[in-house]
């Protein structure tokens, strides 16, 4: 579904992403980990086209996302993204969140796209909600209607960068509960996070990165029973302690 050959990539004369290349499979879940600053979210933003990369070749579902020809809209209503901050449309209601993107990329009719968001809310447990705007739900709220949102648009693959580490602790398991949800259903997913608990419940493999390169790309039980790296040992220490 997803797949990253040598992808290298520079900001100006710094290099962020050096030769990474990776693969995730259809209905599988990748957790992707690491020390701040190693490039996390640089890399999962190359998947739906958000950043640029100058060396390699990113396919998503047979679709080069490099491609000049490629149509970037297209290929990002496809491919649902979950940001740290939730970027809801905070003059709009939550119904009307979720019924934008449905209308405006997908075409679909409007009434329609309340039915398929009215749906999603009350699948992620929100449809009380929906005429209320973003400020006044709770940033774990806020952020389970950033994941209806993506759901909204059917998409074949989801990508989350952080999606609970802005939250307050006692929010951060009602999000990961929609997203250990998610991949059980067989949703295709790349999942920045420290949230091993998580890691350890659903993901697939695990990789770990360090300064720009993918250090350790493994099944989950031998990235935590195994870790070959040093810098893979010190960072589960210390986040396991
Ligand atoms: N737009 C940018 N311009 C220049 N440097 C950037 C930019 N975005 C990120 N960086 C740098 O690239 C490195 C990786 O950033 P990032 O992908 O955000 O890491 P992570 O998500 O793992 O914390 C960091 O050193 C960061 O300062
Ligand atoms: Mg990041």
């Not at 190693?38 to 996302?65: A, C, D, F, R, W």
């Not at 949102?149 to 990508?159: F, G, K």
Request: proline letters at 3%; glycine letters at 8%.
């Amino acid at each position: 579904m997803i797949n990253l050959k040598n992808v290298s990539k520079w900001y100006g004369h710094f290099q962020v992403l050096t030769d990474c290349t990776t693969e995730v499979q259809k209905g599988e879940v990748v957790v992707v980990c690491g020390p701040s600053g190693s490039g996390k979210s640089t890399l999962i933003k190359t998947v739906n086209g958000l950043e640029p990369i100058q060396q390699g070749n990113i396919l998503v579902n047979g679709t080069e996302v490099n491609n000049k020809k490629t149509n970037l809209a297209q290929l990002r209503s496809k491919v649902g993204m979950v940001f740290q901050h939730f970027e809801l449309f905070p003059h709009l209601s939550i119904i009307d969140n979720l019924v934008l993107a449905q209308v405006k990329v997908l075409k679909r009719d409007k009434a329609a796209a309340r039915d398929k968001g009215l749906k999603l809310l009350d699948r992620v447990g929100l449809t009380a909600h929906a005429q209320k705007f973003p400020g006044q739900l709770s940033g774990g709220q806020q952020q389970r209607v950033a994941i209806a949102r993506a759901l909204c648009m059917d998409p074949i693959a989801m990508l989350f960068d952080e999606p609970t580490s802005a939250l307050d602790p006692e929010m951060i398991n009602e999000v990961l509960d929609v997203m250990v949800e998610l991949a059980q259903e067989g949703m295709t997913m790349m999942v920045v996070t420290h949230e091993m608990g998580f890691a350890r419940k659903v993901a697939n493999r695990v990789i770990f990165m360090d300064e720009g390169k993918i250090i350790e790309d493994t099944r989950k039980d031998d990235f935590f029973n195994n870790p070959q790296s040093d810098r893979a040992k010190d960072f589960l220490a210390k986040i396991l302690h």
